[in-house]
């Protein structure tokens, strides 16, 4: 096993830590935040470098390149808290097309034509195994009727792949943004824009049933997708973490009271020697996940609750330490450090948070009781 | 030791508990006006301020002209228990009447107590406590704010240059007890003394500072000093004794302060336990255990905040000393924090939701408010303000436990 | 509420503490665990005083003061280690006659001629709804089979208080030790000394029946007599906490490192404040469901379990942080410390850890699944 | 980054696969004279370590004349996980193969190598370190055990006085690598030489320290020293640089030391998921659910430690640096005490039980072993030696963080 980045990713890495700095400074956080500004030139930057086109394969016009080149860009991301389609157009409903083994619009996500997203969340709680939404048979095609939340960018997806329920067992199907009534969520990260969606009776021509209801190891597939969708939030919430420990570190070496600075203060030192800890465990085993995923390992189920659990850990520790290690100056609206505390408390809670996490964890090691969700 | 009170206090209590039914603020009313900064008191809050003072329940240890009647501790506990069972504050201006009116009653002189401290507690005048500054958090001792007196003692004016921060309430109020330094050339302990600033005097510029939460109610401000003259007379108590007053200051009341504090977290418990089954529901057998399991241990935590609050208020009580009062600040700001983050956590994503409970008044601005994800945020105020959570470990145990200064 | 001693409660602690400092010093304590010595000197001491009959009614020979005084004592003997069976007399086999509504045996009891205990638990679990140990009707007495685990002095106790279940219900009987086949357990604490108790068709005439198997209030009964004894080893284990944290807060003070004492280093204060908390804490709660025992209040329930979680919490950290704290010294057999870690431990354990007791806080809350034991 | 090694990785596990398991020592043979001491090696143990350096797998990095087999990094971590996986220690002598060798490798002169690295290497001796006193624990810089040279350097003798204290394995090591101050006048940091110091030299004086856990089995002694003679050829590199080795001793393999905690760690869990089932069974649903979900925090913690390990490995095996291993120590030797802590819990009152655990040998002295509440005390021999958790953390805000000295 070999956790560590090569020269390649390395670079890609830079590369892309550099592109941010210009393309997503903290003013342009701020902006969301204050309702004044928009994605919209982040995001052609982004389509620009071919950012979405970076993880998909080269006969649908992508670049070829694995999920592990996708995570080095969404941990940059992370890091700037930046405001951008790609997490969920890539992560989410790219991988929800190629998870279900369809080709559908992948063209245009590599273009970066087409955004997309992924509907599952019922009430806050992404299970798989319970999709809130019901599909009814209706000619060649479905009939979907439920409602949906958290569905990040679902306001302004173009696409939302859709994991529906039926009486032959769940699948997926595309739907345009167009056509579905959504609500935008008032929530702590603009950044992070979430949506309620409303099924009314939404029709699904069969050319959109991207993993037909019923399909052999359809259940095994969407597992799959929300276990990638998932490894994607730990790692971009992870780097949001590494981001705020490092802005505490310079801090904590630039703030002086009682006449030194309080980084001196072996107090202080030991919770950011734990707060290093958190991020380097959760960092770890998000990128042991990630891998499992890259390669389609059997241990990828177990990896990427672990995964998820560990960087809900490190939300907690450092959006805590780091708002406490910062005194009164990161409790101000004025200081950006809020951008990054607001985006690791969003990121511990989507796709479900450590107990959640855990418990699945629990039932797959088999020491859960009878009836547990896996 | 014993589980219960005398009848004389339970009778005090009955007595207030129907003086409170018939006078208190209404629910529309703390709703349709709520303070929006400790130093804010809406009308409703000026009557009832006005109220407890005429009926001697203000203050009930004082007497009768100070808005008291004399009472003894446990009466004075009684009462504020009552007043949080009926989610009624004492009051909005947290800082005035908690601190600025005894710290004068205390040491003001006679004029100072009737033109500043029983204005607070008649609920016509809010004060501001001016202490940190930008350079002098945590280490408040190290503040650089300046009084020059020109003049004498007597007819002379203090001119007052510099900066303070995180001064709560400094938007709305009348007046500042300020913390300035006086006597430059002495250690700076024993440098610094205390004036009565009018917050409209000319030369004060009051920047409010958004928090990170609920930005458009601010309550914390900069206040900037730029030639401020006051009179002579504004100097409260001896020059260069304002840091020992400080300490006075804020242990006032200091076997009471954790009342509001364990009260505000059994609200806060048990709103998280009516609202939880609705969110427990949903769970899996395994992830609810889990989730109650959080419940049960701040449910712990809250009884043993207030079973180490009344242990060490009797030991107070009996004229003893009560190491375990020290813990009360530090324990109780964590306990709040945590109800907060562990009732979030109970909600799921569903708690990134913001701005879903309204303000209802009945709780002082500087308490955590609204939902359980910005009560959170907020509460770093406490875990923060007057003395970090870090300081109060070292308070604790250079104080409590003896240990060696580093 | 008043959780401070009055001046006479506070006369009987300066006192106990007094008579114990010269009656029970380390080396009692270390003789114990050296396999050289015997509780018997200190046993006759605490009897020549009268702590036996201290909590008893005058009618039997007491001395007619209530649980408060009596967890005095019991502090005082955890502070030091004390091996005693005057825990398990008085706090478990007279609290077992009393809250039976008998009488029985409490003058041999009071003048300290007969020792006694309780005999509840299953492999380790003190569940009073689930006995091990059943009682068959046979004439006007029973005859009990089964097997109890861990019952404090269970291979010297004149007389066992055996909870026993019956097709009505469960009852409270008292068997002669000498009619127990008892194994000592080798356990971390020889002060606490615990054995395994079998009963093979033990008879106990109707003399013995001290809570008759289906009497109305019998499973109160017995919850309340179990509390009592859980409240003595919260009481003990607190004030052997208490005895780990002031002997490492004074090691911190002497000890130097770096040309100075360890507990100027921030880091060991902050240690030590979060350990003064921690048993500050459980004391309060301790004393707190201490009064609901002696006063009888309908809290009492909730406030012992949440007392013996606390005790564990409180167990947990200063066995851990006082070892760690001490370093190497604190490591070796020679050094007293672990005559307190270890009964630290085993008072964390004894009725029930943490979690057990938190499980039944969250039933009583109403929060538990169905089916929870209570 | 990938999951999988190199083929030729894999044909080295199982050509050592395959050697182990026609050479290792027996189960029976290992458990019928466990070592007592870390300075022990029964008979097993050294036919052991003889024939593991005569196949070249002792340490695989080495040339063959020192026992190896010129592999790279990963192929010796390979080598190390097998041995976990058969559960077969590497050594009895943890020191002596681990620290003492390398150290006389890398510093010593010919003869030292022949006379002390080989035997040890050979199975033939083994080595304790003498670092610690009664007042240089964590600050080991302090350390007063005096060398004085006699005569010349080239035929003279130093003369030693002092005493060393929580020497693992003195009561049963043939000699010691003795860290000594030669050069009183240097500061500190720059006084300490090293000396190899044969245990049975007149003078020295050995008292066994019973341990909390095992005190019939003491591996940590106090050593006396009383005008200890020593050639003056004894001198390990040069005078004066003793501190500069150590923290190269203490370093050496550090891309490896985690590999033997994590597999500790590793074994640990799985004997705790094996055996908790039984326990889990008693509990109700609720306490089960919080002894499961200890268990699987457990279970993350141990996968992390695996993690971090092998990221880090993989960032040293490059040449690159790697900060996360900094925190390996603190992190594993913190697990390894909650696993044992928690696999006590969960096994309730019955972990009180002592001695039901007998020493089956295939553990290192130093590794916790015994019942989990025995392993639980035992484990904080690693939580405080060599450099005390509190002092990791200072090590990794200071040198890995940058954070500035108290």
Redesign the interface.
């Known amino acids: ?6 020269d390649d ?1 390395l670079e890609l890495r830079d590369a892309a830590r550099q592109v941010l700095a210009g393309a997503c400074p903290p003013s342009l956080v701020r902006s969301l935040y204050e309702g004044t500004g928009s994605p919209e030139e982040l995001w052609k930057v982004i389509r620009e470098l071919d950012w979405p086109a970076l993880g998909l394969p080269e006969e649908h016009g992508g670049l070829g390149l694995g999920f ?1 080149e996708v995570g080095i860009l969404v941990e940059e991301l992370g890091r700037v808290a930046a405001p951008s389609p790609l997490l969920a157009t890539v992560t989410q409903f790219a991988a929800a097309v190629r998870g279900s083994g369809s080709s559908f619009a992948l063209g245009d996500v590599a273009s970066g034509r087409r955004t997309g997203t992924l509907a599952l ?1 019922d ?3 992404w299970d798989p195994t319970r999709p809130p939404v019901r599909a009814e048979s209706e000619g060649s095609g479905y009939r979907l009727t439920g409602r949906v ?2 569905v990040l960018d679902g306001d302004t997806a173009d696409e939302v792949a859709v994991v529906v329920g039926t009486d032959r067992g769940p699948g997926v199907v595309a739907v345009p943004g167009s056509e579905v009534v959504a609500s935008r ?5 603009p950044t992070v824009p ?1 949506a309620t969606l409303e099924f009314d009776g939404v029709a699904v021509p069969t050319e959109r049933v991207l993993l037909a209801p019923g399909a052999p190891g359809a259940a095994d597939a969407i597992a799959r997708i929300v276990d990638e969708a998932t490894v994607a939030i730990v790692l971009s919430t992870v780097a949001t973490c590494r981001a705020i420990f490092e802005a505490t ?1 310079e801090y ?2 630039v703030r ?6 309080i ?8 919770r ?3 707060c ?2 958190a991020v ?3 960092g ?2 998000g ?2 996940a ?3 995923v ?2 389609d ?1 059997p241990r990828r189920p177990v ?1 990427v609750a ?1 995964a998820k ?2 960087a809900a850990d490190c939300a ?1 520790l450092l959006s ?1 330490d780091g ?2 290690l910062h ?2 100056i ?5 200081y950006d450090l ?1 951008f990054l ?2 985006r690791a ?2 990121g511990d ?2 796709f ?5 996490h ?2 699945r ?3 797959m ?1 088999g ?3 009878d ?3 896996q | 030791m014993r589980l219960r009170f005398d009848d004389s206090v339970e009778a005090t209590r009955q007595e207030f508990r129907e003086w409170l039914a018939a006078n208190r603020p209404s629910v529309e009313e703390m709703a349709a006006d709520p303070a929006v900064s400790t130093g804010h008191a809406p009308d409703w809050a000026r009557r009832w301020t006005r109220a407890m003072f005429d009926a001697g329940w203000l203050v009930p240890g004082w007497p009768p002209e100070l808005g008291g009647r004399g009472a003894g501790p446990i009466e004075t506990f009684v009462v504020l228990e009552e007043l949080a069972a009926a989610h009624v504050p004492r009051t909005t201006n947290v800082q005035g009447l908690g601190i600025v009116a005894p710290s004068i009653v205390d040491y003001g002189t006679p004029e100072q107590v009737r033109d500043h401290a029983l204005p607070i507690l008649r609920g016509e005048l809010t004060a501001c406590l001016g202490m ?1 500054e930008p ?1 002098a ?3 408040l001792a ?1 503040l650089s704010t300046r009084a020059v007196l020109e003049g004498d003692e007597d007819t002379g004016e203090w001119v007052i240059d510099g900066q303070k ?2 001064t709560s309430g400094a938007n709305y109020a009348d007046f500042c007890f300020l913390f300035c330094r006086t006597e430059p050339d002495e250690p700076k302990h024993r440098g610094i003394s205390i004036l009565l600033v009018p917050m409209d005097a000319p030369g004060i510029t009051v920047r409010p ?4 939460v609920h ?1 458009d109610e601010p309550d ?1 401000n900069e206040v900037f000093l730029d030639g401020v003259r006051v009179p002579a007379a504004s100097l409260v108590g001896r020059r260069g004794d304002g840091w020992a007053m400080a300490n006075g200051s804020l242990a006032h009341e200091r076997g009471m302060v954790w009342v509001s504090a364990v009260m505000g977290l059994e609200e806060a418990l048990g709103s998280l336990v009516a609202g939880a089954p609705a969110h427990l529901a ?6 609810r255990a ?2 109650v399991d959080q419940i049960v241990q701040i449910a712990i935590d809250t009884q043993a905040a207030r079973c180490l609050g009344q242990r060490g208020f009797a030991k107070l009580a009996r004229g003893g000393s009560a190491p375990e009062q020290a813990l009360m600040k530090l324990y109780a700001s964590d306990c709040r ?1 945590r109800v907060a ?1 562990i009732a979030a ?1 109970v ?9 879903s409970v309204p303000n209802d008044g009945h709780q002082a601005v500087d308490e955590p408010r609204g939902t359980w ?1 910005e009560q959170w ?1 907020h509460s ?2 406490n ?3 007057a003395g ?3 300081i109060q ?1 070292n308070i604790v145990a250079e104080r409590v436990l003896g240990l060696p200064r ?1």
């Not at chain 1, 969520?185 to 990260?189: G, P």
């Not at chain 1, 990161?330 to 004025?334: A, L, P, Q, V």
């Not at chain 1, 479900?352 to 959640?356: D, V």
């Not at chain 2, 909600?347 to 701005?355: F, I, K, T």
């Open positions: 096993m070999d956790l560590e980045f090569t990713q592990v969340a009430d806050g709680r939340t958290h969520q008032t929530t702590v990260d979430l570190v904590a070496k002086h009271q009682f006449g030194r600075p980084g001196s203060f072996q107090a202080v030192k030991h950011l020697a734990d290093f800890l380097e465990r959760a770890a085993l990128w042991f990630a891998l499992t890259a390669e390992d990896a672990m659990a560990a907690q805590r708002l406490q005194g009164g990161g409790f101000t609206w004025e809020h505390l607001k408390v969003t809670l989507l479900g948070g450590g107990a959640f855990r418990s964890v629990a039932a090691l020491l859960a009781d009836g547990e969700a | 940190s350079d958090g945590s280490d190290s921060v995180w500072l958004p928090e990170i930005p914390l949903a769970m899996g057998p395994h992830e889990l989730a924090q983050r956590d909600q799921g994503a569903d708690s990134l939701e913001l701005g994800m945020f770093f105020a875990t923060i303000s970090t959570s870090e470990r580093g």
